[in-house]
Every structure is written in structure tokens, then in C-alpha cells.
């Protein structure tokens, strides 16, 4: 009989960190809270939001949705949850790279699935192509057809700020 022996997984790098304070109060002021759900792109346009910019579901609102109200203790249950989820993420799949927490407090931001690619880029000590993966990362879909969400722009520009500032110390360093 054949044993299989697993190596424990090597911890993360990151293991206890948490969004600081100062990024999670950034990211309130950012998402304004709204006390019902609502299609995000405009009535009949993008997907079903609640509370403070919180994905409900991709699509619209159904009408039974959209005459639904939330708590402000719902409001903010729902962001905590979500941003826990998100921290763990970043600790699960950047393992390798000790993050300072200006990176760590952006690297969630398109969620698990949505940040792999960044995931990667970071934990292999790449920076710069994560701040320019991080930059592309303003669309979403109406009626099926990917458009431009402008009010990610900015957004996406600062949450790549703290990867591109680190790749030019590292240029810097090399010369």
C-alpha cells in the first residue's frame, strides 16, 4: 500500500494582514451607500448593486429587487464580509511577495476571480505589468456588450499607483 505524503503549503507571506483603516474609510467614500438595489449602469443597464457598490447579481434588477430596501447594518455586515473575503484572497494567493500595505490594501479590488492574473504578477515580483493588468480593468457588461465603466478609471489608477511607484524603485535600485 502506497502512502501519499502532502507538504503542508508554504503560509503566506501576508498571513494577518488586514485592509487598513485608512484604505477601508477610502473605499466608503468612494462607494456611496444606497438602501436598495439598483442597477448599476442606470435603470435597465449593467448589474443588480445594493448598499455600498455591492454586487446583488450580473444583469438587472428584477423588479421585485428593485423595490426592495436594506438596513445600514445590512449595509455595512455585507462590505465587512466582502472585504474579509477579499483579504483572504490576496493572503491565499500572494504567497511569495511580503506586501507593504498600500499593495495589499488594493490588490482585492476585482475580487478573487477578477485579480488572478494580478495574483500572479505580484507574487512572481512583477509590479509593473500588475499595475498595467490593474489599469485595463474598467469595463463591464450592458446588454451583453462589454463597455467602458468610466467611473473605474480613476479608481484603477489609484489602486495601480502603489505597483507602479514600486516598480520604479526597483529600476532605480538596478542602476
Partial sequence: MTKHVHAAATPSLNSGMEMSPEARARMRRREKDVFNYYDDMG??????????GILAHKGICTKEELASTVSEPAVEAEFSRRVADAEAGV??????????????????????HGSRNVY?????????????????????????????ARGLI????????????????AAVAKK
Fill in 91 to 112: 493572503i491565499r494567493h500572494v504567497r511569495k511577495q511580503k506586501l507593504p500595505q498600500d499593495q495589499f490594501d488594493v490588490t482585492y479590488n476585482a475580487g478573487a
Fill in 154 to 169: 480613476s479608481r484603477r489608477a489609484e489602486e495601480s499607483a502603489p505597483f507602479q511607484a514600486a516598480a520604479r524603485a
Fill in 120 to 148: 500572479t504578477l505580484v507574487d512572481t515580483g512583477r509590479p509593473a505589468e500588475a499595475a498595467g493588468v490593474i489599469r485595463t480593468m474598467t469595463s463591464t457588461h450592458v446588454d451583453g456588450k462589454r463597455v467602458l
Fill in 43 to 52: 435603470p435597465g443597464k449593467g448589474n443588480c448593486t445594493w448598499g455600498a
